[in-house]
């Protein structure tokens, strides 16, 4: 394994073990307390880190089957066909899940089919802190409304300007589903809508007031899916080239970056940059560790990792 | 645009990018590209034209270049920010009417790993530059590179006559008097 893998390795597993121990797994650093978690993309992006980390899939499984009532398996599904993680990774988590709940998350058809044993859950697990913990506002308003789009659309709400019925959906809902919401939320006078050329672009009205009944937001907002989506592509295609020429790598990069480009733009990553082509790969596994250790620090950075949620 | 060494660090990636994935190919091509590979010309090249890619030993025609060498040459194209034709087989209609006679024997083999290049000959450069520059006048590229060719009047003659059986026509004969005659050998016998 090269070193950038190595490092980058290491960082996504930092992130995700940030991450969970937010959410209330057992662990013991917390380096997001004021970030919005994403369970379902948070939980796609374990699945995939696969055997890597033994003892954070153990945890995160051991806090799904205490908690994964709170997960939407319609959103678990669709960011997992939005390309985040991969069903083959999912399978093994999923089905982990579902033998020890009345859940159904989604497990292929081919390994349904062969028998695995349910393993030990460790029980360490802590209840998520819905109370105090800001970064679980999505969790709180999950409780409030039930889990679905709506409470993720008042999250989304909360934490973003502005949004439309597009962008809303892009977080992993049906578009139609979304309007619906968001027409419900307007006509009960909780929206305000904007005509943008020919997009309504909707906020909430009077977003202090909920405050008192859903508690505080947390000061950063972070596109999570994209985040752990990209670092997953990128950690596939360090580990694919890791025996290959210079050039290849440089090829296969240049490839990848074409699939991601809308993620990185969203995340406000930018792009690598080198003077020519020969420093091209040095400057690709830079940037790469660079951005994935500064997400898993969890650095307030705007423009950078995440953005200041301003109401 | 595609200087020489650009043209060979682009044809190095798409031989590894074709090697990585088990595809050979073996092109003919024609043009400034293959003449600024045989160190004839210093100017920059838009693309590399293939006139021809050869199968089973056989010349067949270019159109459409095979797809795994299509996207390939795609991905070498952003890397170095190539236009999306860098390699192209814009010319290979002149392979329907017909190569210039013997133009098998004068091709230079250049291999690039799974891909090979067979660059047209010099005489056959000069019948093509010659064609085209009748075709496109005494301002354009082809007059220019014919000059920097410095071609016999034998080299010329050759190419006139192979001109002519494109395009018979008499304001083709007439034009191509004129460019040769602007190349300074009015005099070539072209019957």
């Known amino acids: 394994m090269s070193s950038t893998s190595a490092a980058l390795g290491e960082a996504m597993r930092d992130l995700a073990w940030s991450l969970w121990t937010e959410l209330g797994v057992s662990g013991t650093l917390r380096r997001h307390d004021q970030v919005l978690m994403d369970p379902e993309a948070l939980i796609l992006f374990t699945a995939a880190l696969g055997d890597r980390d033994p003892r954070l899939r153990d945890e995160s499984l051991d806090w799904c089957v205490r908690y994964g009532g709170a997960i939407s398996v319609t959103r678990l599904k669709n960011l997992l066909g939005s390309g985040l993680g991969n069903q083959q990774a999912l399978d093994g988590y999923a089905s982990m899940v579902n033998q020890h709940t009345s859940l159904s998350w989604p497990v292929s058809k081919r390994f349904r089919a062969a028998k695995t044993s349910p393993g030990r859950l460790s029980g360490k697990s802590q209840e998520p802190d819905l109370r105090r913990r800001a970064a679980l506002l999505r969790l709180r308003l999950r409780a409030l409304f039930g889990v679905g789009a709506r409470a993720d659309v008042i999250a989304e709400l909360l934490c973003g300007s502005s949004s439309s019925a597009s962008e809303l959906a892009a977080i992993g809902y049906s578009k139609r589903g979304i309007a619906s919401i968001l027409d419900d939320l307007y006509r009960a006078d909780l929206l305000s809508r904007t005509q943008v050329g020919n997009t309504h672009r909707f906020e909430l009205k009077r977003p202090r007031d909920l405050e008192p009944l859903v508690g505080a937001s947390p000061v950063y907002y972070a596109h999570w899916a994209d985040c752990l989506g990209v670092l997953l592509v990128l950690d596939e295609m360090f580990r694919e080239v890791a025996a290959k020429s210079e050039r290849l790598k440089i090829l296969a990069a240049n490839r990848v970056f074409v699939d991601i480009v809308d993620s990185l733009e969203r995340l406000r990553w930018g792009v690598p940059v080198a003077a020519d082509v020969s420093a091209y790969w040095q400057a690709i596994e830079t940037w790469a560790v660079e951005r994935a250790t500064r997400a898993a620090q969890g650095t307030p950075d705007p423009g950078r990792f995440c953005a200041q949620i301003v109401v | ?191």
């Open chain 2, 1 to 191: 645009m595609l200087s020489h060494e650009i043209l060979t660090e682009a044809l190095t990636s798409l031989r590894e990018l074709l090697a990585d994935r088990g595809v050979s190919s073996e092109l003919v091509v024609i043009g400034g590209g293959g003449l600024l590979l045989q160190g004839v010309l210093t100017r920059t090249t838009a693309d590399l034209d293939v006139v021809a890619r050869v199968e089973g030993g056989k010349l067949a025609t270019a159109e459409p270049l095979p797809t795994p060498l299509v996207d390939a040459a795609a991905e070498v194209a952003r890397l170095y920010r190539l236009p999306e034709t860098w390699l192209n087989s814009g010319p290979t209609d002149l392979l329907t009417f017909g190569l210039p006679e013997g133009f098998a024997d004068r091709q230079e083999t250049r291999r690039f790993g799974g891909l090979t290049l067979r660059l047209a000959g010099r005489l056959d450069q000069i019948a093509f530059k010659l064609y085209a520059a009748v075709d496109q006048g005494p301002r354009s590229k082809h007059v220019r590179d014919l000059q920097e060719m410095s071609p016999t009047r034998e080299e010329l003659q050759f190419a006139a006559r192979w001109s002519l059986t494109h395009d018979t026509s008499p304001d083709f004969r007439d034009q191509l008097e004129q460019a040769l005659a602007f190349l300074g050998e009015a005099e070539i016998e072209l019957d």
